[in-house]
């Protein structure tokens, strides 16, 4: 079982940065890929990025690749994503997601574990 809990969202202005950070429970986190999906008002939910249990295969969405970066310690049983240079696009709540397969890390469904959610909002 890995439990996960996310934190770091906020109210930021369009340009600016946040870290959101996922702090998952459980002995076995090392084993498990980790990703980042996001979902804003009235649209379903979309994924982010995502990395591999051994940190050497990241993967983001073309929407934020070059602005935003998933990270991972393993020893502190957390997974990062830091957002630079943030949209009003950007805004939405962001979930932490863990699953034993990083390929099945693309879309929401069938995934092994969620956080509660983070809520992000970038003002224009």
């Known amino acids: 079982q890995v439990q996960l809990v996310e934190s770091g969202g906020g109210l930021v202005q369009a340009g600016g940065s946040l870290r959101l950070s996922c702090a998952a429970s459980g002995r076995t986190f090392s084993s498990y890929a980790m990703g980042w999906f996001r979902q804003a008002p009235g649209k379903e939910r979309e994924f982010v990025a995502r990395?591999?249990?051994?940190?050497?295969?990241?993967y983001y969405a073309p929407s934020v690749k070059e602005r935003f970066t998933i990270s991972r310690d393993n020893a502190k049983n957390t997974v990062y994503l830091q957002m630079n240079s943030l949209k009003p696009e950007d805004t939405g709540v962001y979930y932490c997601?863990?699953?034993?397969?990083?390929?099945?890390?693309?879309?929401?469904?069938?995934?092994?574990?969620w956080g509660q959610g983070t809520q992000v909002t970038v003002s224009s």
């Open positions: 990395i591999s249990w051994n940190i050497d295969n990241t």
């Open positions: 997601a863990a699953d034993s397969s990083l390929l099945r890390i693309l879309k929401p469904q069938g995934l092994s574990y």
